[in-house]
């Protein structure tokens, strides 16, 4: 059974720094395309980050240069350092495992249940 | 970069058939994908690739795409359809993946 689940989350001041984790079981995070998405108080989805199989990283612009993905393939756990974080970071963080789609583009097959990141002073 | 227009509400009576929209430019040439929300839970995928049901979605959920709309369809609804619902694409030529600002489905 696949599960994915998020930990890390909290309250943070202005300017700090988190590392969100989310461990995963029922299939191998290496060898996938693993996301976070995020979602603001009462409002909409946000993709925020991937990583491939194969390595390669993208971001959206709102966190690029201040969120880094990443996995450790030994603990099949899944990773996002946010630094420099801001008051408009305070979002649910959601780690999503992604699947290609027959007529190609991504989407996301399995979500954790999130976790609360609280950006304030 | 890539938008992509959901109405914020659609209302429907128990029943009958609910249609959301997601508009986008050309969206008819990408792969449209939709997730539910209830309220304090995480999304759940409910059509794929256009109109593909995930085991375990009712055949009352289906989908549609084509020109600069798709569609996601919802026969008989029930009272227990009621949530928000995102559509989303992903944009090869950023490597991003886009998601609409979601609809509020009521069933009256």
């Known amino acids: 059974e696949v599960q994915l689940v998020e930990s890390g989350g909290g309250l943070i001041q202005p300017g700090g720094s988190l590392r969100l984790s989310c461990a995963a079981s029922?299939?191998?995070?290496?060898?996938?395309?693993m996301s976070w998405v995020r979602q603001a108080p009462g409002k909409g989805l946000e993709w925020v980050s991937v990583?491939?199989?194969?390595?390669?990283?993208y971001y959206a612009d709102s966190v690029k240069g201040r969120f880094t993905i990443s996995r450790d393939n030994s603990k099949n756990t899944l990773y996002l350092q946010m630094s420099s974080l801001r008051v408009e970071d305070t979002a649910v963080y959601y780690c999503?495992?992604?699947?290609?789609?027959?007529?190609?583009?991504?989407?996301?097959?399995?979500w954790g249940q999130g976790t609360l990141v609280t950006v304030s002073s | 970069s890539y938008v992509l227009t959901q109405p914020p509400s659609v209302s429907v009576a128990p029943g009958k058939t609910a249609r959301i929209t997601c508009g986008g430019d050309?969206?008819?040439?990408?792969?449209v994908h939709w997730y539910q929300q209830k309220s304090g839970q995480a999304p759940v995928l409910v059509i794929y690739?256009?109109?593909d049901r995930p085991s375990g979605v009712p055949e009352r959920f289906s989908g549609s795409n084509s020109g600069s709309t798709a569609t996601l369809t919802i026969s008989r609804v029930e009272a227990g359809d009621e949530a928000d619902y995102y559509c989303?694409?992903?944009?090869?030529?950023?490597?991003?993946?886009?998601f609409g600002g979601g609809t509020k489905l009521t069933a009256l």
């Open positions: 999503t495992r992604g699947r290609l789609g027959s007529s190609s583009g991504y989407y996301f097959d399995y």
């Open positions: 029922g299939f191998i995070v290496s060898n996938n395309y």
């Open positions: 990583i491939y199989s194969g390595d390669s990283t």
């Open positions: 050309n969206i008819g040439s990408k792969s």
């Open positions: 690739s256009d109109g």
């Open positions: 989303q694409v992903w944009d090869s030529s950023r490597d991003h993946i886009i």
